[in-house]
């Protein structure tokens, strides 16, 4: 996934760069697809069981991190 | 630009290139065709002729598919058919043949009728709907605005069955199940982010200096939005009105699981029509035929506005 | 009217005298306005899509049947969720849907995309050509695909008939819907030959968003057609095929109408797809607690995928 470019943006500490729209939204929608990969994969019943939980939990990031300031 | 596009451009493609990509869509587009020129083909075919091995492609042209699909028929010995009078119409006709008798006329034409009634009825409410707030969204500033938009467009994303359950309950409680009205509201529901997502995109597209001349002029915003906006906006509001009734026209998920008699809509209806012996399938395919006219004719009406439409107003060419 | 006019005049001219004031009333008037024209909307779609979903949610967390509407209703907290998500059919049904899902999407790219490729290079006759092959997919899944199953007929079947003209095989050697390893790649061909057309005209568009100046600097660096095919072409039409592929993705994922019609989920249950077990469980053994349980899980899903949908949506309308 790429990420929203922020060359402009001067550098700054780790907690703020991570803590932006950007890296947090892409991890969220990593999340929700590995949630989906695991809904459907044949390999791994237990992967199965937990696809729920985390596709719910991607999704509940996805919607509290699009909240946070760009 | 212009010299970019001057007749031997770097970027245009050769003859050859052309000839050789034409070819190929074009047998494609054949090849696509095949399925639907089939249930053409086959809605003006006999019984015989429909299931006949190798499929026939050229064969005596036959209404029985037509007559078939719009009337019911009944069994009688010959000996009762003649005594009575000469066969009315053309319909008449084939069934004698066949040792029938028309009973009467079939469920198609209400169930098409059902369909015109719901499609219309919940476009019009859509687009009404869908008119309004997408000028409240282009215009003004609305608290939340890109969640409310997300919340309306992810009405329309979630599953129909999932949807169809509480629905289900929700209409058996309230006594719209299997009823026009019920319907109606539910196509709305599901066309209106639809509507709403199409007609803010056409509405960004026109220039805000209109109304705000108009207003200065004297309109108020309301009259503004009346008699400036709107006569702007009749292609997009022709647009969506048509992606809307395409959409109500084939929706089957809904009208299946919440349609019996009543209110049930041609697509749920066309599939169970059967014949003595399994389908009758000139008469599936008639009334297949019957129902796909008007979107193959909105789909030419409309080529131009497709890719907004299937893509929510986002890309615009 | 007249008065009204007037009276907007007046404020009009207010403007140039006191800018602030008068803004702060017209915004309020704008506000309310705004208010009023959203307002129904939200409201339908609260009544019809957000108070059933509330309700689903509640229903998933009991034992309530739609058929006994006047059983008394325990509450079983999440039994549902765990039993459905440690069930071997169900997840079956999931895997089923992987491969509808799967197949079409990479088929439909292909197709859609080189089609698309090939319809750029504007030969004679291309807008024709392409409103024809984008009509499947504008009329009903159901009423098409319940056609299919004409064409799918082993002895009489069109599509038997040329596969065995081309293959040599016999028409009715073999039954697209009856057999266990092909009608999962039934369901997959009427999906393919529906949808193409939607990914082509997306990957369209995103063919033509390229604009003609990068080919002719590609030209003056004399880069080859493959080395300009494959980094500028694909990289820069790729957030419009994401946003194909994503779509296609989201509903072949809760497909039902034109499976439902093709084949019901059979032979057995090979191609019953997440909707079908859902519509089975819900509309036919009516568990309506346990279907909402399903019908959540799906939807979470969903909407999950949703998210992402629109982000890419609004990628591709930046550009």
Not at chain 2, 178 to 201: C, E, F, H, P, Q
Not at chain 3, 20 to 46: C, E, M, N, Q, Y
Not at chain 3, 93 to 99: G, I
């Amino acid at each position: 996934m790429t990420l929203d470019g922020n060359s402009s943006m001067p550098r700054s500490g780790f907690t703020d760069r991570i803590l932006r729209r950007g890296p947090l939204e892409a991890i969220a929608t990593m999340i929700i697809a590995a949630g989906v990969v695991m809904l459907m994969q044949p390999f791994f019943l237990m992967l199965y069981s937990w696809s729920f939980a985390t596709t719910l939990f991607g999704t509940v990031m996805f919607t509290l991190v699009s909240k946070v300031r760009e | 630009m212009s010299l970019a596009n001057a007749a031997h451009s770097v970027v245009e493609p050769s003859v050859g290139t052309r000839r050789f990509a034409g070819s190929l869509v074009v047998l494609y587009a054949v090849i696509t065709m095949i399925p639907l020129v089939w249930i053409v083909l086959t809605s003006f075919k006999s019984p015989d002729d429909a299931i006949s091995y190798p499929p026939r492609i050229l064969f005596t042209p036959s209404l029985e598919g037509y007559c078939n699909l719009f009337t019911t028929r009944s069994r009688q010995t010959p000996e009762f058919i003649k005594t009575l009078g000469p066969p009315q119409g053309l319909c008449d006709n084939i069934a004698r043949d066949r040792n029938m008798v028309i009973a009467g006329p079939s469920n198609y034409v209400p169930r098409f009728v059902n369909s015109l009634i719901i499609a219309f009825g919940s476009t019009v409410l859509a687009v009404a709907l869908g008119t309004l707030s997408a000028y409240g969204f282009s215009r003004f500033r609305v608290p939340l605005k890109d969640d409310l938009l997300f919340f309306i467009l992810s009405t329309r994303m979630m599953p129909p069955i999932a949807v169809a359950i509480p629905i289900y309950l929700m209409y058996r409680t309230l006594g719209l199940s299997d009823t026009r009205l019920g319907m109606i509201l539910l196509y709305t529901s599901v066309n209106v982010s639809l509507a709403v997502w199409l007609l803010k995109g056409f509405i960004d597209e026109i220039p805000r200096e209109y109304e705000e001349a108009a207003m200065i002029d004297g309109y108020t915003r309301f009259q503004a939005f009346v008699k400036v906006v709107l006569p702007q906006a009749t292609t997009g509001i022709a647009a969506t009105a048509i992606f809307c009734l395409i959409f109500a026209w084939n929706e089957y998920a809904f009208a299946v699981l919440l349609t019996s008699g009543n209110a049930q809509t041609a697509p749920p209806f066309i599939p169970i029509i059967i014949g003595e012996g399994g389908q009758d399938w000139p008469a599936v395919a008639a009334g297949t035929t019957f129902f796909l006219v008007p979107i193959v004719v909105f789909t030419v009406l409309l080529r131009k506005h497709l890719l907004r439409g299937i893509t929510f107003g986002a890309v615009r060419k | 009217m007249n008065d009204l006019s007037t009276s907007s005049q007046i404020t009009y001219r207010a403007v140039l005298v006191e800018p602030g004031v008068v803004r702060r009333i017209r915004g309020l008037s704008d506000k309310s306005l705004a208010w009023l024209f959203i307002t129904p909307t939200i409201v339908l779609l609260l009544a019809i899509n957000i108070f059933p979903l509330v309700w689903t949610i509640y229903l998933s967390f009991t034992n309530y049947r739609a058929n006994r509407p006047n059983a008394p209703t325990l509450w079983l907290g999440t039994d549902w969720y765990q039993s459905i998500l440690t069930d071997p059919d169900i997840w079956a049904a999931m895997q089923v849907t992987a491969h509808f899902v799967i197949w079409t999407v990479v088929i439909e790219t292909v197709l859609g995309f080189g089609l698309a490729f090939l319809i750029d290079k504007k030969f004679r006759g291309h807008g024709v050509w392409t409103t024809i092959i984008l009509l499947p997919m504008m009329l009903s899944p159901a009423v098409v695909g319940n056609f299919w199953t004409f064409l799918y007929q082993p002895q009489i079947g069109l599509f038997n008939y040329l596969v065995a003209f081309v293959t040599g095989r016999s028409a009715s050697s073999f039954q697209m819907l009856g057999d266990v390893t092909l009608s999962p790649w039934a369901i997959v061909i009427v999906d393919a030959w529906m949808w193409t057309p939607y990914v082509m005209l997306i990957c369209l568009a995103g063919l033509r968003s390229i604009p003609d100046y990068i080919y002719e600097a590609a030209e003056v660096d004399r880069a080859s057609n493959w080395r300009q095919f494959w980094s500028i072409t694909l990289p820069m039409a790729l957030p419009f095929i994401m946003l194909a592929v994503l779509f296609r993705g989201i509903e072949n994922f809760k497909m039902f109408d034109m499976v439902n019609l093709l084949t019901g989920g059979g032979p057995g249950s090979t191609t019953e797809v997440a909707s079908i077990t859902l519509k089975r469980a819900a509309f036919e053994s009516w568990r309506t607690g346990y279907s909402s349980a399903f019908a959540i899980i799906l939807f979470v899903t969903v909407f999950g995928l949703a998210n992402i949908y629109v982000k890419a949506l609004n990628r591709v309308k930046s550009r």
